[in-house]
């Protein structure tokens, strides 16, 4: 109401109102309900990244998301499936897009466990009973290619990871 958003913005100021309108925005609108029949998930993607002026509105917005999938467990499984669907196809492409690598990775392998959970915790023991053989390959790896590197000139600092689960599947 407008006597709340009043007694935000006095107690906020207007820069955080205007985030919070934005927010407010992107929670209301569907963009399935108003996208051409048939559209593509880049389609959905853009017109989400076009409802946004603020840059700010949209780094809350997936935030957020990637705080809400983690307790999508808590719903029904319609609803949890349908969390599920647009963190995977909808948040994370957005993250990936705007290099934000950390979201994408929480946001991919929470809907990968909602979505896809026989498959998640098999691929979970799979890579937990390798750890220690993949990370013995790194601890191996490295000097011989920093080796080769300084050969060559190149100062270089190389750090490995495991990939999310999601990105292995």
């Known amino acids: 109401s407008k006597e709340e958003d009043k007694v935000l913005e006095d107690a906020f100021g207007v820069e955080v109102m205007e985030i919070v309108k934005g927010l407010r925005k992107l929670s209301e609108y569907d963009i399935r309900d108003t996208s051409p029949k048939n559209s593509n998930d880049k389609y959905f993607i853009q017109t989400y990244l076009n409802l946004t002026k603020d840059f700010r509105v949209l780094l809350v917005r997936l935030i957020d998301r990637s705080v809400h999938i983690k307790t ?98």
């Open 72 to 169: 999508a467990y808590v719903h029904p499984p319609l609803l949890r499936n349908e969390i599920g669907e647009k963190a995977l196809y909808l948040y994370a492409p957005i993250c990936r897009l705007l290099g934000f690598s950390s979201l994408t990775s929480i946001l991919e392998d929470e809907a990968f466990k909602i979505l896809y959970p026989d498959k998640y915790y098999n691929l979970v023991k799979i890579v937990e009973k390798r750890k220690t053989e993949i990370r013995k390959f790194f601890d191996d790896a490295v000097p011989f290619l920093k080796t080769i590197l300084k050969e060559n000139g190149i100062d270089a600092e190389i750090k490995t990871r495991i990939k999310h689960y999601f990105s292995i599947y």
